[in-house]
């Protein structure tokens, strides 16, 4: 019976035990009851997650994130506020995602997550070379400064300005006046110093020469330091060239210059045995049978002429002293004999006579030949040979041979030679080889190139402007002729692939607007675009599509994606994990007690529980499965030899205080009293 009562008694301590663990495992919120370790959502608060432990609910609080959106609201049933989906603008209902119309056509709206965010539309980028962009009034998007203002005035764009500097055209270019040097006619090449007269724009060769601190027009005469040089101007340097002279005959082997003249002349008459003998003059022989003579500076000597033999004349013989043969006879003459083949004396200094064959024969002397030049010999008075005659009889006067001769035309020099007047044309200086049609101006004797330029019934003076039929090019007169050269026009920007010349203007410019889809759109205006996710406008002549704005996403944004349909990236909502997929804002299972999970922005984020403080007298021990440790529930208490049960009431002496064993030891707490004016007796704590 004993034993019996021994395992009874067990039993009952043991179900008292599991009563007692019972309700210290219970905890209480309102009416509501929990097992240890459950979880549930308290009632007065959905937001905090909480968990039954040791007798205490311990809740986390949910941190939501903030939602995107103007006017979030929370739904029933749920934790965080959501963006209410779809907007709602003056009664018209829009869904997610859909394009909102806005009252500023420089912002692009949209309905997200109940919200109507508008963003700036997409603007093309300026040129580098835009140093002031400007909005213009009833535009969106910025643009470069078209038109300059210069001196208290506009010009437009491209648009010719007034030039301060009358060498210089002046033109608007992307908002700045640029001014370029006006169009020049090219300088001959062989212009080495060229120079810029005052008061005009473009160079020109300096014409006319200073010389010995004189000036000389071009082409002029210049006086010569040189008598046998003639000096003229040219193309602003003294050129000087030999007087031109006659020419030379072709036998003249050894030509001289005479001192103090210029040109050669052939050397007349002979030196010989230290005397001078005229040209054409006789010289003495030192051989009786030769007669001299001078002819072209050169004495040249000749045998005398003999009387030919008689043809009877067997043996002639040639006579001791004498030069010619003879026959051997005599003559009778005049009352005196002659031998044979001997002088007789001669009636007729010009005649010389022998007796030849028992005759007296007179024959002419022996004359040196004339040169072959020698069109009419003469004879001179008093002698018996014929001379060529020197000197020239011109205008009753007598010039010595090879002597000059005035001329009565000053644009030739005469000389006398071999007897007649020859003259030439007097040495001219050499023409540009530009000069195409040279002439002679009057009174003067060389040939010139023309200066000025007569047009349209006007003329005009060398290198002088000639007003243009064509307002697009200058016209100068250069040697003669009106040359026209294009104006000069400010170059055009690199990205210009289609210049065109406007109708009435001179220099091309870029096109401007655009030709799409048959419609013209104009410079910088908006063209409608085939793609609802890009805005175009026309620029620089071609249409240009950007993207359109969009609003910048947040930055825990990893993984952005553009639903379909629509042109903007959004952040992926809801979380996929280990093959399911959990809604924003929901909670996720995990695999470590010590966490609470919830997916949120896209992502399971997880955060640490935080384990309620467990009294110091508690003997702690952590369950399999659980994150926090607990108190052993399992030792009772003992006081004065008598073992109280876990959670089992500890009597006291006084009667102020309540204790019971928890967690093996003995907890005593003041017994809470409510306040009155009653009696309280000795044993009682409250009346």
């Known amino acids: 019976m004993r034993s019996g009562g021994l395992v009874l008694g067990a039993i009952l301590v043991f179900l008292v035990a599991v009563v007692s663990a019972g309700r210290a495992k219970k905890c209480k919120d309102g009416k509501v009851y929990g097992s240890f370790g459950q979880e549930y959502d308290a009632p007065k608060n959905p937001c905090k997650p909480c968990t039954c432990r040791n007798g205490r609910w311990k809740c986390v609080t949910i941190d939501c994130p903030k939602p995107n959106c103007d006017n979030p609201y929370k739904p029933p049933g749920k934790c965080c506020k959501e963006c209410k989906p779809g907007c709602e603008i003056d009664g018209k209902k829009y869904n997610d995602g859909e394009d909102v119309p806005s009252d500023n056509k420089c912002e692009v709206c949209k309905c997200l997550k109940g919200t109507v965010e508008c963003n700036p539309t997409g603007c093309p980028p300026l040129p580098s070379y835009c140093e002031k962009p400007y909005t213009p009034t009833g535009k969106c998007c910025p643009e470069c400064k078209t038109g300059c203002d210069y001196n208290d005035k506009h010009y437009d764009e491209d648009g010719n300005v007034p030039s301060d500097n009358k060498c210089k055209t002046c033109k608007c270019i992307k908002g700045k006046v640029e001014c370029y040097p006006i169009g020049c006619p ?32 071009e082409d002029g005469n210049v006086p010569s330091d040189n008598k046998c040089k003639t000096c003229k101007c040219i193309k602003g340097k003294v050129e000087c060239y030999p007087v031109e002279c006659p020419p030379l005959p072709s036998y003249c082997e050894k030509p001289y210059t005479p001192p103090g003249q210029c040109c050669p002349e052939c050397k007349t008459g002979c030196d010989y045995n230290d005397k001078h003998y005229d ?86 002397i ?259 499965g659980k994150c926090c440790p607990e108190c052993k529930t399992d030792s009772g208490c003992e006081l004065n030899g008598k073992k109280y049960a876990e959670g089992e009431k500890v009597p006291t002496p006084n009667p102020c205080k309540i204790c019971s064993c928890q967690f093996g030891k003995i907890n005593c707490k003041d017994v809470k009293c409510k306040q009155c004016d009653a009696y309280k007796p000795p044993d009682k704590c409250c009346c």
């Open 186 to 217: 090219p300088l001959p090449s062989y212009c080495e110093k060229p120079y810029t007269p005052p008061g005009q724009c473009c160079p020109e060769c300096k014409t006319g020469c200073d010389y010995n601190d004189k000036h000389y027009d």
């Open 279 to 364: 040209e054409d003059g006789n010289v003495p022989s030192d051989y009786k049978c030769k007669t001299c003579k001078c002819i072209k500076g050169k004495v040249k000597c000749h045998p005398i002429g003999c009387p030919p033999l008689p043809s009877y004349c067997e043996k002639p013989y040639k006579p001791p002293g004498q030069c010619c043969p003879e026959c051997k006879t005599g003559c009778d003459y005049n009352d005196k004999h002659y031998d044979e083949d001997g002088n007789v004396p001669s009636d007729n200094k010009c005649k010389t006579c022998k007796c030849i064959k028992g005759k007296v024969d007179c024959y002419p």
């Open 366 to 624: 022996g004359c040196p030949p004339l040169p072959s030049y020698c069109e009419k010999p003469y004879t001179p008075p008093g002698q018996c040979c014929p001379e060529c005659k020197t000197g020239c009889d011109y205008n009753d006067h007598h010039y010595d041979e090879d002597g000059n001769v005035p001329s009565d035309n000053k644009c030739k020099t005469c000389k006398c030679i071999k007897g007649k007047v020859d003259c030439y044309p007097i040495g001219c200086p050499p023409l540009p080889s530009y000069c195409e049609k040279p002439y002679t101006p009057p009174g003067q004797c060389c040939p010139e190139c023309k200066t000025g330029c007569d047009y349209n019934d006007h003329h005009y003076d060398e290198d002088g402007n000639v007003p243009s039929d064509n307002k697009c090019k200058t016209c100068k007169c250069i040697k003669g002729k009106v040359e026209c050269y294009p104006i000069g026009c400010p170059p055009l920007p690199s990205y210009c692939e289609k210049p065109y010349t406007p109708p009435g203007q001179c220099c091309p410019e870029c096109k401007t607007g655009c030709d799409y889809n048959d419609k013209h759109y104009d410079e910088d205006g908006n063209v409608p675009s085939d793609n609802k996710c890009k805005t175009c406008k026309c620029i620089k002549g071609k249409v240009e599509c950007y993207p359109i704005g969009c609003p910048p996403l947040p930055s825990y944004c990893e993984k952005p994606y553009t639903p379909p349909g629509q042109c903007c990236p959004e952040c992926k909502t809801g979380c996929g994990y280990k093959d399911k997929e959990y809604a924003e804002d929901d909670s996720v299972p995990s695999e470590n007690p010590c966490e609470v999970c919830k997916c949120v922005k896209g992502k399971v984020e997880c955060a640490v529980i935080d384990c309620p403080e467990l009294p110091p007298y508690c003997e702690k021990y952590t369950p399999p």
